[in-house]
């Protein structure tokens, strides 16, 4: 042990003490300097909304309490600039040494060579570590040492690889490093201003930040809820899944902790012959995958924050309505099973991963609002956001991965509704003016005859909006959009013009015109995403925070029933649509095939494997600038479930 070497700690989204690599190299070797940086110029657009930052303020006050308790001071700097925050410091208390975790979204990856880069001029040793995944993003490939483009194939390799065990045991005493550091407190942060802090006391209620509680709330589920992960996952309210999402973004609980525990639960169901048990670890595992996948996906294609991974949207004609994303905001729809869970999402800064994935088909599907908004609109109010698994779930809904839904597939919220919310629990919880609707009619009450609604106190278009488009009006829509942007496309491709960027329309003039045909949008330029406003953002009767209310358990094919059409209400305003277009009813793999391997995107430079690990810096930076055009895998065999 170098027992005078001294070394600052940066902290980011590793807050913890357990299975920290950094920290724990750092205490091996000598004194140490904690340090967690705020430079909120840094996050540019993916600064992080206020249920976000509350739960990072919680969860750096209870690391601050357990550094202490083992020798050191969490040192708090809000910064200009990252770099310069390092450099004081360095010099501050004469460190000659800098470590910290890996990141992977594409913000990090980009300020964090920078940083590596700048210190090592100035003298200093940094070294990086893997505190965040099972495998690095630079360690899987397939067999010709290709990066995989889909989920089965890759979750299937990386489970074949050996995963280290957890093997870096906490410190059990730290020694500061001697010197001073100019430092603010939590308040001077400013995680948190005064006009959040009613609201953020709420969240305290359901949720309780900090790597100890993470403990404790895994193993409470493997205990507890593993065992029926399988079927309870699948209700929509109430948690029926293990919750542990913000927890696994800001790092207080070592991934690598978590598929081991599950792992071993695993084994042993496996040797009691307990199938139930074996499956639900297994899907589990696959969901822990997922979160491995997307920053598998950020980091070998950098570019998915704006464009989708197979580049094929990019001819496609939003529809940039803002009266219809304020609408979608707010849960006023008119789909019950939308707005409900749009109005938990502000409530709470939590939703189902099922809801997740509705009320995102819904903005791209229904709305053909561009997808980024979506996704900036989930980071700005989700507790758990985290710029990958984000990415990923919405350019899975969008049909831009190779296994996702395709782009055609139109699901009907209705009959969601019927599947996921059996008896309308969970949209009477969240919509209060339909509580009094019977089961039958809640997730279509456009079709309930007169006297059920107004035995329900529901007055449609006055209490609760009428929907905002009718469903076989939307499926025609979609079919034209995407009829559009591959006619577009061939046309691009027959004059050489590939075009890169997916470009948005402003097509505001037509605001509340439904009849704006995506074709004949207003071109005014490239609109930027909307920064979401509390301001507008009043939902009538909300519910208080997080609320575990246990809900029914759905039949899983639950049809509805009765199968009447929606009445459109606005007949009149909707454009007429080419009638040869075909349905769009269901998903077809084989559809989705063909588009697959007629699209072509960009990918990194096929990388093969190499024993010599590269630092993953040096491997960022390459492989973003040695992007070339390959063709999409296309021998896909399934489709990935989220
Ligand atoms: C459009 C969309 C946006 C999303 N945005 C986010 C986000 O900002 N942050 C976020 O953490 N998750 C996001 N997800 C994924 C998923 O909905 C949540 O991870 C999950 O609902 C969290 O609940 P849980 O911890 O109880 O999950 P569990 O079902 O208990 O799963 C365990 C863990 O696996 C990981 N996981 C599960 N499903 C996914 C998935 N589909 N993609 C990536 N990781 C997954 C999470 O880390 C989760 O905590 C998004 C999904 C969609 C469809």
Redesign the pocket.
Known sequence: MESNSKTIVWFRRDLRIEDNPALAAAARSGSVLPVFIWCPKEEGQFYPGRVSRWWLKQSLIHLEQSLKSLGAELVLIKAQSTLSALTECVEAVGATKVVYNHLYDPVSLVRDHNIKQKLGELGLSVQSYNGDLLNEPWEVYDDDGKVFTTFDAYWEKSLRMQNEPVSHLPPWRLTQVAGSVKMCSFEELGLENESEKSSNALLGKGWAPGWSNADKALTEFVENNLLG?SKD?LRVGGNS?????PY??FGELSVRKVFHSVRMKQILWTKEGNSVGEKSASI?LR??G??EY?RYICFNFPFTHERSLLNNLRFFPWNADQTHFKAWRQGRTGYPLVDAGMRELWATGWV??KI??IV?SFFVKFLLLPWQWGMKY??DT?L????E??I???Q??SGSLPDGHELERLDNPEFQGFNYDPEGEYVRHWLPELARMPAEWIHHPWDAPFNVLKAAGVELGINYPNPLIDVDVARDRLMQAIFIMREKEAAANASDAHGTVEVVFDNSENVGDSSANPKDGVVKGKVPCPSSSSYDQRVPSMQTACTHKKRPKPEEETKKPNDNKLSYKNESKISNIDGDLCSTAESSSMKKQMTVSRNSFSVPRAITISHDRKSFEEEASSQKEEETETEVNSCKTGKTE?
């Open positions: 992960y996952r899944t293990s919750l542990l999402s696994l973004h589990y969901a822990i997922l979160r997307s189902h991963n997740r994935v995102s989930f980071w989700l758990d956001a985290d710029l698994s984000d990923i779930g919405w899975y809904i989220l």
